[in-house]
């Protein structure tokens, strides 16, 4: 918990706004979440857009929840 302490927090929300969301129409990460729910996300690259494009939200909930319980 030490990294994720440690990450700035405009940085974290810079990766949420772009790689997170990329491409915008519709967000990427949005798209991956619905093929998951369905049952759909069964290709290896899907796993790893849905890893990628979901890594700076798991991070910047990680930091949010650390600071939280910090206080």
Known sequence: MEFIAKLP???L???CLTLGLAPFTPPHI???L???SKGQLVRPIDWFDLALHGAPWVLLILKAAS???QK
Do not use: D, H, R
Request: a neutral charge; proline letters at 0%.
């Open 34 to 36: 619905q093929m998951l």
């Open 67 to 69: 600071s939280i319980t």
């Open 9 to 11: 927090w405009g940085l």
């Open 13 to 15: 929300v810079l990766a």
């Open 30 to 32: 949005w798209e991956k």
